[in-house]
């Protein structure tokens, strides 16, 4: 007997010890004639059910003459079986003297065999053998109908084939009652089906979704303003996007042909229409560089024209004007650009240079300035770190008082000077923030309430501790040790921080 599981050409096929035995060394079957020349005829089942094996199927045994019928079955294989389940099922069945077996079941007794020559015990073993062999397939399938990844088809086919070996086998055991939970299984089956089915619908659904997610990313990238579109990593997108929907059509599950279409008609367009609008953009692009040449042309030679005037003031202005007109105007062909630029640039630089050389003598003429700056920085500077907050505020007021009375420092030194007194006034306002963190009443009850929680931690985990140690667990009394010590630790911190800020 072979049994029809799911894969059963592959790996899953599993051929049980019964299909060996009787493979190897079937016993002879007696027809009925046979049976009644041997005795006085035994009880026998009524009608044999749809679906039985027909008399004139059985073997007959051969004759005493024979060899083959002297010999006993080759010995096989001992098979494991649970000795309770074994007996109970032997209960099922008896021998008669002549070797024929018969099960008992709720229509009547059945013959299931003929094994001669052997003794009852050794006859009905390998009948309940069978049985149980056939229970395990029973067993297996329900195992693997709740885990396996089976196909509705290979559940119709697998219990097909249960309730056709199930219906009249060869075999002693509570036959009824496997027969049930074959029936069962119908039920449970059904259910499976139904999963599956959702499972596949499901999976239609999610395929759908992750195409439609394809094509709203192609629509976003194709509705994206022209102006605000990176044409090469958008072109490198959609075309990620081609290769996800083709990967989505030859590995992920398949949907219905309507919507494919309609979804691929979604695609191709959002795709049409990016191509088409690159190609405007990029030759209104060419357009607008050709302006743009022409109006930096014009900018130059009126940054060339003022680059001589010792007008500071009001040439500065025209210069940042000219510039606000340069960026305004766009880019031109990068080469035209660059050549444009640097002829822009040296108009300006010549203007700034000759300020420059003006303004640095200017410029000697605040050295005194500077160095009243720099004893108000030494002053400054003296009271950090800050020890009396009140006392560095007022400090610090007058300091700023008298920098401002002092007048301006050269050029080159403002920023030095000014980042060097930025840098006091920072301190003292960290300063007056840390005091009032410290003196924060919330700051100190999160502080107060950690450190409570934090205690009955340790609390617990060191009665988890004692029961461990009382246990023998080494190893969880060395983890519960180990997170003990890391508690403590935080509640150390915890309190450290609150007694520093109420100090």
Same mark, same amino acid.
């Given at each position: 007997?072979?049994?029809?599981?799911?894969?059963?050409?592959?790996?899953?096929?599993?051929?049980?010890?019964?299909?060996?035995?009787?493979?190897?060394?079937?016993?002879?079957?007696?027809?009925?004639?046979?049976?009644?020349?041997?005795?006085?005829?035994?009880?026998?089942?009524?009608?044999?059910?749809?679906?039985?094996?027909? $008399?004139?199927?059985?073997?007959? $045994?051969?004759?005493?003459?024979?060899?083959?019928?002297?010999?006993?079955?080759?010995?096989?294989? $001992?098979?494991?079986?649970?000795?309770?389940?074994?007996?109970?099922?032997?209960?099922?069945?008896?021998?008669?003297?002549?070797?024929?077996?018969?099960?008992?079941?709720?229509?009547?007794?059945?013959?299931?065999?003929?094994?001669?020559?052997?003794? *009852?015990?050794?006859?009905?073993?390998?009948?309940?053998?069978?049985?149980?062999?056939?229970?395990?397939?029973?067993? #297996?399938?329900?195992?693997?109908?709740?885990?396996?990844?089976?196909?509705?088809?290979?559940?119709?086919?697998?219990?097909?084939?249960?309730?056709?070996?199930?219906?009249?086998?060869?075999?002693?055991?509570?036959?009824?009652?496997?027969?049930?939970?074959?029936?069962?299984?119908?039920?449970?089956?059904?259910?499976?089906?139904?999963?599956?089915?959702?499972?596949?619908?499901?999976?239609?659904?999610?395929?759908?979704?992750?195409?439609?997610?394809?094509?709203?990313?192609?629509?976003?990238?194709?509705?994206?303003?022209?102006?605000?579109?990176?044409?090469?990593?958008?072109?490198?997108?959609?075309?990620?996007? #081609?290769?996800?929907?083709?990967?989505?059509?030859?590995?992920?599950?398949?949907?219905?042909?309507?919507?494919?279409?309609?979804?691929?008609?979604?695609?191709?367009?959002?795709?049409?229409?990016?191509?088409?609008?690159?190609?405007?953009?990029?030759?209104? %692009?060419?357009?607008?560089?050709?302006?743009?040449?022409?109006?930096?042309?014009?900018?130059?030679?009126?940054?060339?024209?003022?680059?001589?005037? *010792?007008?500071?003031?009001?040439?500065?202005?025209?210069?940042?004007?000219?510039?606000?007109?340069?960026?305004?105007?766009?880019?031109?062909?990068?080469?035209?650009?660059?050549? %444009?630029?640097?002829?822009?640039?040296?108009?300006?630089?010549?203007?700034?240079?000759?300020?420059?050389?003006?303004?640095?003598?200017?410029?000697?003429?605040?050295?005194?300035?500077?160095?009243?700056?720099?004893?108000? %920085?030494?002053?400054?500077?003296?009271? %950090?770190?800050?020890?009396?907050?009140?006392?560095?505020?007022?400090?610090?007021?007058?300091?700023?008082?008298?920098?401002?009375?002092?007048?301006?420092?050269?050029?080159?030194?403002?920023q030095r000077v000014e980042g060097r007194l930025r840098a006091v006034e920072?301190?003292?306002?960290?300063?007056?923030?840390?005091?009032?963190?410290?003196?924060?009443?919330?700051?100190?009850?999160r502080a107060e309430g950690a450190a409570a929680q934090l205690e009955d931690?340790?609390?617990?985990?060191?009665?988890?501790?004692?029961?461990?140690?009382?246990?023998?667990?080494?190893?969880?009394?060395?983890?519960?040790?180990?997170?003990?010590?890391?508690?403590?630790?935080?509640?150390?911190?915890?309190?450290?921080?609150?007694e520093d800020s109420r100090g």
């Amino acid at each position: 007997m072979s049994e029809s599981i799911p894969g059963s050409n592959g790996p899953d096929h599993v051929e049980g010890p019964a299909e060996q035995a009787t493979a190897e060394t079937p016993p002879t079957e007696a027809s009925e004639q046979d049976a009644a020349s041997a005795k006085p005829a035994a009880p026998r089942p009524g009608p044999p059910k749809p679906g039985a094996p027909k $008399p004139s199927a059985l073997r007959r $045994p051969q004759p005493a003459s024979s060899p083959a019928a002297a010999a006993p079955p080759a010995p096989v294989a $001992p098979v494991v079986h649970d000795a309770a389940e074994e007996a109970a099922a032997t209960g099922f069945g008896r021998v008669d003297d002549d070797g024929t077996v018969y099960v008992r079941e709720a229509t009547g007794e059945r013959s299931v065999g003929q094994y001669p020559g052997v003794s *009852t015990e050794e006859a009905l073993s390998l009948y309940v053998r069978r049985y149980l062999d056939l229970a395990a397939k029973v067993t #297996l399938f329900e195992t693997r109908l709740d885990s396996a990844d089976l196909s509705v088809r290979e559940i119709d086919q697998t219990l097909s084939k249960l309730a056709e070996e199930t219906a009249e086998p060869a075999a002693v055991g509570d036959l009824d009652a496997l027969r049930g939970r074959v029936e069962a299984l119908r039920g449970r089956a059904a259910e499976r089906r139904k999963q599956l089915e959702a499972e596949r619908a499901a999976a239609k659904d999610r395929a759908i979704e992750a195409r439609t997610a394809i094509v709203e990313a192609a629509e976003k990238i194709a509705g994206t303003e022209p102006s605000k579109m990176q044409w090469r990593p958008a072109g490198e997108e959609l075309r990620a996007l #081609l290769d996800s929907w083709k990967d989505a059509q030859r590995h992920g599950p398949r949907i219905d042909r309507p919507t494919e279409e309609a979804l691929w008609k979604r695609f191709s367009h959002a795709r049409t229409a990016f191509d088409r609008e690159r190609r405007h953009f990029f030759a209104e %692009l060419e357009q607008r560089n050709t302006a743009a040449k022409a109006t930096k042309e014009r900018l130059v030679v009126e940054a060339e024209s003022l680059q001589h005037s *010792t007008d500071w003031g009001a040439t500065a202005a025209a210069y940042r004007d000219l510039m606000a007109q340069w960026k305004a105007a766009g880019r031109a062909n990068r080469r035209d650009d660059d050549v %444009l630029w640097g002829r822009f640039r040296a108009a300006q630089d010549t203007f700034f240079g000759a300020r420059d050389e003006a303004n640095a003598a200017i410029d000697a003429e605040y050295g005194e300035n500077l160095k009243v700056k720099e004893q108000l %920085l030494t002053e400054a500077e003296a009271l %950090l770190p800050v020890s009396d907050l009140a006392a560095a505020k007022s400090a610090l007021r007058d300091i700023q008082d008298r920098w401002e009375e002092a007048g301006k420092v050269p050029r080159g030194d403002i920023q030095r000077v000014e980042g060097r007194l930025r840098a006091v006034e920072s301190a003292v306002r960290e300063a007056e923030d840390a005091r009032w963190r410290r003196t924060n009443p919330e700051t100190q009850a999160r502080a107060e309430g950690a450190a409570a929680q934090l205690e009955d931690a340790i609390a617990s985990l060191e009665t988890d501790l004692a029961a461990a140690q009382e246990a023998g667990d080494r190893r969880t009394a060395e983890e519960l040790e180990a997170a003990i010590t890391a508690r403590r630790s935080w509640l150390e911190q915890v309190v450290q921080a609150a007694e520093d800020s109420r100090g």
